[in-house]
């Protein structure tokens, strides 16, 4: 068992119709109190400490202009809550980080990339090549250029991996397909047990809840790449963890709160 500590970094806030993305139209009757309106969502990066080498889950989202314009309307980032920022504000530089493990390439992801001139940058085989050949219902996540935009992860150099591989010792990534058609998540090792980043993977936490009405043992999400990648990634994941605590989700709200109290987890 290692003794890595991940510290979630939230880096702004996307903004998303929960009944169109965050759960799918079979469900929403039997759920009570989801909002109809436009709700925030922070977008999380994941710190990994402790370890040989520095490791970071994700760079996060574009600054406000960029996020507002191509993306989700009113999208925000605050001044100094870019990655860069954030890191330089505990006592790290950009240069300092050795690995970045993407989970997938969506833009709110990927943005501050080329500031890591030090970290060997790992994605999935099958997400580096739908990134840069996306169907048209795609090129916003993506940023193609098309939009007349230059894509963060332009020239950038990748290690591809599948399957399920030890990124260093008490990291492993493992494939979650179905958000994206290579998402993948990544397991951390701590003295408190291993918790997993999951990316989009999993929206949020109550996309691991039954709804007994359907006989669904989840609750799917709305938007997806596949359906049936995604059921199977929430369902796997469940199952992997020893209880919902163990599962970090880029837009999760709830660790908002979670981190004012417990900065370093594990
Ligand atoms: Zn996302």
Redesign the pocket.
């Known amino acids: 068992m290692s003794n890595l500590k991940i510290r979630p970094i939230n880096t702004g806030f996307v903004t998303t119709v929960p009944k169109e993305y965050l759960y799918h139209h079979s469900v929403v009757d039997y759920i009570p109190n989801i909002p109809d309106e436009r709700i925030e969502m922070p977008?999380f990066t994941f710190l990994v400490e402790g370890g040989d080498k520095l490791l970071l889950i994700d760079t996060g989202m574009a600054p406000t202009d960029r996020a507002s314009t191509y993306h989700h309307p009113s999208s925000r980032q605050p001044e100094g809550m870019a990655i860069h920022e954030q890191l330089e504000c505990i006592g790290y530089h950009p240069q300092d980080i050795d690995i970045i493990v993407f989970t997938h390439l969506?833009w709110?992801?990927v943005f501050q990339i080329e500031r890591f001139v030090n970290a060997d940058l790992y994605v999935h085989k099958r997400e580096f090549k739908f990134a840069f050949d996306p169907i048209p219902l795609y090129f916003k996540s993506y940023e193609h250029p098309a939009l007349g935009i230059t894509r963060p992860f332009e020239g950038m150099k990748f290690i591809q991996i599948s399957g399920e591989t030890e990124i260093m010792p008490g990291v492993r990534a493992y494939e979650s397909f179905g958000h994206s058609p290579g998402h993948m998540s990544v397991e951390v090792e701590t003295g408190e047990g291993s918790y997993i980043c999951v990316g989009?993977s999993i929206f949020q936490l109550h996309n691991i809840n039954p709804v007994p009405e359907m006989h669904y043992e989840i609750t799917p999400p709305g938007r997806f790449y596949n359906i049936i990648e995604t059921w199977d990634s929430i369902v796997s994941q469940k199952a992997r963890v020893k209880d919902s605590s163990y599962i970090l989700c880029?837009?999760e709200p709830s660790l908002i709160d979670r981190i004012e109290k417990t900065p370093l987890i594990g």
């Open positions: 977008v969506h709110d992801h989009d880029t837009h």
